[in-house]
């Protein structure tokens, strides 16, 4: 019964900060004297966070780290001043509600593992007599492993999934200035299973100067 839970419910993982300032960045193919752009797939993957890797493929979400410059001499903000896209198509950005809420790990599943409390291990010792008898006894092992389980499992996932909305949090692009002369890490989740280039655009160049 224990195999057959682990099989089903599997074990909770952890979560392994992303640290956009220590990645490789691939830069758009065509940039900008004044703002430019670099860009990651792969990022959770590439962190060994296998548990968000897995619900990414699920959903058809991806987490791109990106890492925008700004010289155009003044503050920029997402949406107000200037867009990504992918060739002549806005990117759809997700809010980072809707990533986490997508790509968490689903911490009740593991109380699942409570059904183990039931089980009971026996063992049995021979008996003296001329009829082959035993005597057979019992002890409780699931009130401590359905509950150690299940409870451990629930405080990983618990424990990852705060850590992971710290790092949407962290590098939410929404609403974030950039000032002149800065460059800016982010995390982004899109509605998409294709590693499309990624390009920036000004939304108005007036408000850009």
């Given at each position: 019964m224990l195999c057959y839970c682990s099989i089903l419910f599997g074990c909770a993982g952890s979560y392994k900060a992303i640290k956009p300032e220590k990645i490789a960045f691939t830069k758009e193919e065509k940039g900008n004297e004044t703002i430019s752009l670099e860009y990651h797939y792969?990022?959770?993957?590439?962190?060994?966070?296998?548990?968000?890797?897995?619900?990414?493929?699920?959903?058809?979400?991806?987490?791109?780290?990106?890492?925008?410059?700004?010289?155009?001499?003044?503050?920029?903000?997402?949406?107000?001043?200037?867009?990504?896209?992918?060739?002549?198509?806005?990117?759809?950005?997700?809010?980072?509600?809707?990533?986490?809420?997508?790509?968490?790990?689903?911490?009740?599943?593991?109380?699942?593992?409570?059904?183990?409390?039931?089980?009971?291990?026996?063992?049995?010792?021979?008996?003296?007599?001329?009829?082959?008898?035993?005597?057979?006894?019992?002890?409780?092992?699931?009130?401590?492993?359905?509950?150690?389980?299940?409870?451990?499992?629930?405080?990983?996932?618990?424990?990852?999934?705060k850590k992971f909305k710290t790092d949407l949090d962290t590098f939410d692009l929404f609403n974030k200035v950039i000032k002149d002369g800065e460059s800016v890490n982010a995390l982004v989740g899109i509605k998409s299973t294709s590693f499309m280039p990624i390009n920036i655009k000004f939304i108005n160049k007036e408000n850009s100067k």
């Open positions: 792969n990022a959770l993957i590439e962190t060994n966070n296998k548990k968000y890797y897995k619900k990414e493929i699920k959903n058809g979400i991806q987490l791109v780290a990106i890492k925008i410059t700004n010289h155009t001499g003044s503050d920029l903000v997402y949406n107000k001043n200037f867009q990504l896209y992918t060739g002549e198509t806005v990117l759809n950005i997700l809010p980072k509600e809707t990533v986490h809420a997508q790509l968490k790990q689903q911490s009740s599943l593991y109380l699942l593992y409570l059904l183990l409390t039931p089980m009971r291990l026996y063992s049995s010792t021979p008996t003296s007599g001329t009829a082959m008898m035993s005597n057979t006894k019992s002890f409780p092992i699931g009130l401590i492993i359905g509950p150690a389980i299940a409870l451990g499992n629930l405080a990983t996932a618990s424990s990852a999934n």
